[in-house]
T-cell receptor
Framework: DSGVTQTPKHLITATGQRVTLRCSPR?????VYWYQQSLDQGLQFLIQ???????AKGNILERFSAQQFPDLHSELNLSSLELGDSALYFC?????????????FGQGTRLTVV | LAKTTQPISMDSYEGQEVNITCSHN???????ITWYQQFPSQGPRFIIQ???TKVTNEVASLFIPADRKSSTLSLPRVSLSDTAVYYC????????????FGDGTTLTVKP
């Protein structure tokens, strides 16, 4: 158990819909990362937050957005969903904002868009 | 951002030592090299991290030559449970969040 909790574990929704994925980082971790893993593209970095502020942005679509709340949990919002958005979405957390510390990954949310 | 290149797959037998090499020719001065292990439908798990020379922990060793353009993850005496995908990740510092996962190496350990 990494200490990072993601909910829900599975999500099935229709094209055009909007969903919210939730991540609770390890206790004490201020940095949260979101990744997308699909069969044909591997692990893609989406976005990072540190202590409530956006820290780095990767290949995140404009239809996607995220935020980190004062209690440090984070949510990833995916809207106008397309079939190609079907993937595993991972959240990771770490103590520091840079990559020089170990990141702990959650078990992921499997999103299926039908 | 440094791009990484790893072998797509490797096979080994139980009890053998496995070495997986990752190339990262464009590594930046403040980049670290981190290796993760991932089992199917699970999140990646940290194995080891280094900046230069050699790092060893209870599960693996990481060898980094002086030019840092490559790194080698060494797994001693693998077992069937080490069958997984291994990712080399280069980044950190100010580019931390943009650290790039490569395609990974699928290691299959046979009995």
């Amino acid at each position: 158990d990494s200490g990072v909790t993601q909910t829900p574990k599975h999500l099935i929704t229709a094209t055009g819909q909007r969903v919210t994925l939730r991540c609770s980082p390890r206790s004490g971790d201020l940095s949260v990362y979101w990744y997308q893993q699909s069969l044909d593209q591997g692990l893609q970095f989406l976005i990072q937050y540190y202590n409530g502020e956006e820290r780095a942005k990767g290949n995140i679509l404009e239809r996607f957005s995220a935020q980190q709340f004062p209690d440090l949990h984070s949510e990833l919002n995916l809207s106008s969903l397309e079939l190609g958005d079907s993937a595993l979405y991972f959240c990771a957390s770490s103590t520091h904002p840079d990559g020089n510390t170990e990141a702990f990954f959650g078990q992921g949310t499997r999103l299926t868009v039908v | 951002l440094a791009k990484t290149t790893q072998p797509i797959s490797m096979d080994s037998y139980e009890g053998q030592e496995v070495n997986i090499t990752c190339s990262h020719n464009n590594i930046a001065t403040n980049d670290y090299i981190t290796w993760y292990q991932q089992f199917p439908s699970q999140g990646p798990r940290f194995i080891i991290q280094g900046y230069k020379t050699k790092v060893t922990n209870e599960v693996a060793s990481l060898f980094i030559p002086a030019d840092r353009k490559s790194s080698t993850l060494s797994l001693p005496r693998v077992s069937l449970s080490d069958t997984a995908v291994y990712y080399c990740l280069v980044g950190g510092g100010t580019n931390a969040g943009k650290s790039t996962f490569g395609d990974g190496t699928t290691l299959t350990v046979k009995p």
